[in-house]
């Protein structure tokens, strides 16, 4: 009898030690490949996922046109800190252009889909918290187009506590900032350029009518969306998140 409870015990002891093994594999890192399918469309991008378990680990939002490569700067600084990443093609955009029987799927004919990529975030945060990052270590930072979405989203989502808006504007595509940046609770992070009229203007409408914890970063020039990341912006923007929780 004690041998075959020694027995049982040892056991128990390694299905825990299992357990806890598999609890502590790391995430796959992705490049350039499919991350998941939402609403119609099938996602692509890239991922990264952080250093150290239970790291903070960025969404990045790209602007109309173009594709989650423009994050390709910001991308290098962050792994480099040992943040997590997310990066991909918007609805429509890049290889994000199809759904799941090959039918196209293109930004250039969006009526209302446009109103589906708040949503399409929401698919974003999930798959982070089925690769081991929780909601409260999610960063989202979207650019131009992006950056509205990123508000809309977040304007609707408390958990998420740290945003970072890159040349918003009022609005883009039919998305708009001023009806919902006062729902925002978080921690909120605006840049834009000088020289970027609509969404300086745009910034600095946003900023005031903001009542809650924000801080904005002046680009340089007329450096729009995720071009406003120099090295010395990246610096000052990662300074800023790190000295209000991330990591």
């Not at 729902?183 to 909120?188: D, K, P, S, V, W």
Request: with cysteine.
């Amino acid at each position: 009898m004690y041998k075959n409870n020694l027995k049982l015990l040892f056991f128990l002891a390694l299905l825990c030690l299992a357990a806890v093994a598999a609890c502590a594999v790391k995430p796959a890192a992705i490049k350039d490949g499919f991350l998941f399918d939402v609403a119609g469309c099938r996602f692509y991008g890239s991922f990264t996922p952080p250093v150290k378990p239970g790291g903070s680990c960025f969404i990045l939002l790209h602007g109309l046109g173009s594709n989650h490569n423009e994050w390709d700067g910001f991308r290098k600084a962050l792994k480099a800190k040992g943040y997590g990443c997310l990066s991909y093609d918007a609805r429509g955009h890049g290889k994000s252009s199809a759904d799941k029987k090959g039918n196209p799927v293109n930004y250039r004919y969006f009526i209302n889909e446009w109103r589906r990529m708040a949503a399409d975030l929401g698919a974003a945060v999930k798959f982070l918290e089925k690769n081991n990052t929780g909601r409260a270590d999610i960063i989202i930072a979207g650019a131009s187009l992006g950056a509205n979405i990123a508000l809309n989203y977040c304007a609707g989502e408390p958990s998420i506590t740290q945003l970072v808006l890159l040349s918003p504007g009022i609005e883009y595509a039919g998305i708009r900032t001023p009806e919902v940046i006062s729902r925002y609770a978080g921690r909120l992070i605006i840049s834009a350029s000088p020289e970027d009229r609509y969404a300086y203007q745009s910034s600095k409408i946003l900023e005031k009518a903001f009542k809650g914890n924000g801080f904005f970063i002046e680009g340089d020039g007329a450096f729009h969306g995720a071009g406003i990341l120099t090295v010395e912006k990246i610096k000052e923007l990662l300074d800023c998140i790190e000295g209000n929780g991330g990591k």
